[in-house]
């Protein structure tokens, strides 16, 4: 019975051992399984980025530097359909705000915005002069703006010459009978001065000379300059007033040379005047300059209006608009401006592209026609139906450039962010810009050094009313926006020829547009969303054309207009937030740099 109960504890020992070990085991292979599952997960290259800045690059979770950010997860372009194109996700297209359109057939219709003034109807205006020689005694009307009426006596003259003239009229009545040719011909001579048979008879009814004679209105309408002075002596056939009939007046719009093409005879304008709020007038183009101006630029296209009431009167300012299309032009392919970036000499766009990969978007260089106010005309390098992206252009181009794939400032691809090869040297993303300035000379524009001294004016002009939109000062903004006006006036524009003249001009047109809305506002957020179009073609100028001895910082805040993102040019590297001053003043980052 002992050694049976020996057996039995000998037997149990053996099992919890195998037991013991077989538990033993499996925990480290467990072990070793869960090791290594870490291991994996340490080793996956998993690189973040912020959503607001993709130039940020970390390999751990974390702020981000610029903005504070969470970072998130950089989604893997392996596989794309093209080696060329940058992937996004679904995810980065909504946080990048990028938005996309298809490219569609269209009549090229454009508004064209048009300034000018009223002026008097030539046709309507009259000088009234004196038909006696003499000297002014008496003045019935002496101040413009006053209304005459036709046959109404506007002065009284006394004349030697009429006196004379008297004198032998009543010499020849005495010997009319024996010699009526004389007293004839003394008689017609009265009449040569515009006196009426009934006035000579009743000089010679009244036997004696009168001295003074009165000047009488050939037409009606309000004096628009008076000429003489009482007491002047003035000749036969002189000018005494200016009279108009403002019964009907002429609108003068200024017809800048790049809007030419879209203006014709007999086009119908609206417009307004200033000093008639809520009034909107309508006319039709009768007559277009066949000169240009050579100093403006500009040619004259004339309105004609009738002027009920006379609330139109002589230079009073208006703006006008005309929705005007391309005579010789039926359809064509038309895409919003904000889809195009513009190098001075390249004009691209971000085609897309949907595949079992994903989405991507591929560089394209296109060429520009006509101007639409926003959008452009695409004369060669789209198709109809295909896919572009119309908003968050930058922000796909800033992540080719982060992953070395085709972009505005590198169309060759390449590495991006760590330096540029040229000449066995490396360059800065800075200096490649540069380079860029002066690839766009070479190749492009001749720009005269006069003209980059003009435009240094503008942009100091500029700075000054960017550093009012800091400090959030809509009253000082408008006040400076007319010292850029200003400045903008004094640049020559003979001094660029060809392309650059016809690149300068369609620059202008959004220069005036802008600067003219954010000078005649008094809300800081009007003036910041018009700013914002400002600062896009100024950047575009100061590139094409070059400035003198500047240092210029192209910033970006992502923030801006509910995350849509906004830029500005500064003189100074840190930031200034122009978009939300106090309320966000260091939000933003430098894009680029251009040094002159």
């Known amino acids: 019975m002992k050694i049976k109960k020996i057996g039995i504890y000998i037997v149990l020992l053996l099992v919890g051992g195998f037991a013991g070990y ?52 950089l989604e893997n372009d392996a596989g794309e359909a093209n080696p060329m194109a940058v992937s996004m996700s679904a995810n980065a297209m909504k946080l990048a705000s990028v938005s996309t359109a298809k490219v569609g057939m269209a009549i090229p219709l454009k508004s064209v ?7 008097a109807d030539e046709r309507h205006v009259y000088s009234q002069s004196s038909h006696i020689p ?38 020849a009545m005495k010997l009319k009978e024996s010699q ?50 009482l007491g002047d002596y003035i000749r036969r056939g002189e000018a005494i007033l200016e009279i108009a009939d403002l019964s009907k007046v002429w609108v003068m719009f200024d017809v800048y040379e790049s ?15 200033a ?3 809520g009034e909107k007038f309508t006319g039709e183009i009768s007559f277009i300059d066949l000169v240009i101006d050579p100093k403006t630029r500009v040619a004259k296209a004339r309105v004609e209006v009738n002027n009920k009431g006379l609330k139109l ?115 800065s993303n800075a200096e490649m810009s540069q380079m860029d300035v002066k690839d766009n000379m070479k190749q492009g524009f001749e720009v005269n050094e006069a003209f980059k001294k003009q435009l240094t004016q503008v942009y100091q002009k500029y ?34 020829k060809g392309d650059a003249h016809m690149a300068w001009m369609e620059q202008l047109e959004v220069f005036n547009s802008t600067l003219g809305s954010i000078s005649g506002s008094t809300d800081i957020e009007t003036q910041r969303r018009e700013f914002s179009i400002l600062n896009l073609t100024f950047h575009k100028s100061i590139k094409a054309f070059g400035l003198q001895d500047e240092t210029v910082y192209y910033q970006y805040c992502p923030m801006a207009f509910s995350t849509k993102g906004a830029y500005w040019l500064s003189e100074k590297k840190n930031i200034e937030n122009p978009y939300f001053g106090d309320a966000m003043l260091k939000c933003g980052e430098t894009r680029e740099t251009l040094n002159y």
């Open 22 to 73: 077989l538990i033993s085991n499996s925990v480290k292979q467990d072990s070793e399984g869960n090791d290594h599952g870490q291991h994996t997960e340490v080793s996956t290259d998993q690189i973040w980025t912020c959503s607001m800045h993709p130039q940020i690059r970390k390999n751990e979770p974390g702020d981000c530097p610029i903005c504070g950010m969470d970072l998130i997860p």
């Open 113 to 119: 915005r048009l300034n000018g003034k009223i002026e």
């Open 134 to 171: 003499g000297r002014i005694e008496k003045l019935a009307v002496n101040f413009t703006g006053e209304y005459v009426k036709k046959g109404q006596t506007i002065a009284w003259i006394y004349s030697p010459d009429l006196s004379t003239a008297q004198e032998e009229l009543m010499e």
């Open 180 to 229: 009526p040719a004389l007293y004839k011909a003394a008689r017609e001579k009265l009449k040569n001065w515009k006196l009426t048979d009934a006035e000579i008879d009743e000089m010679i009814n009244a036997g004696k000379i009168r001295e003074q004679f009165p000047i009488t209105a050939d037409v009606s309408g309000y004096v628009i300059k008076k000429m003489v002075n």
């Open 259 to 273: 809007d030419m093409p879209w203006i014709e005879k007999g086009d119908k304008v609206s417009f307004t005047v």
């Open 275 to 277: 000093s008639l709020p």
């Open 313 to 427: 009167k002589p230079e009073m300012f208006v703006s006008g608009t005309i929705e005007a299309k391309l005579a010789d032009k039926a359809e064509s392919i038309v895409v919003p401006k904000t889809a195009v970036m513009w190098t001075g000499k390249r004009s691209l766009v971000y085609i897309k592209s949907t595949t079992n990969q994903g989405v991507s978007f591929l560089m394209r260089e296109v060429t520009l026609g006509q101007a639409l106010g926003d959008s452009f005309i695409v004369e060669n390098g789209l198709d109809a139906g295909e896919e572009i992206a119309v908003n968050g252009t930058f922000s796909i181009d800033a992540a080719a450039q982060l992953a070395g794939k085709p972009s505005m400032m590198n169309p060759g691809g390449g590495p991006a962010m760590t330096g540029h090869n040229h000449g066995g040297q490396t360059m």
């Open 463 to 496: 700075l000054i009313m960017k550093n009012a939109f800091v400090a959030s000062n809509a009253k000082q903004v408008s006040s400076d926006a007319k010292e850029v006006i200003e400045a903008l006036n004094k640049v020559d524009m003979n001094l660029l």
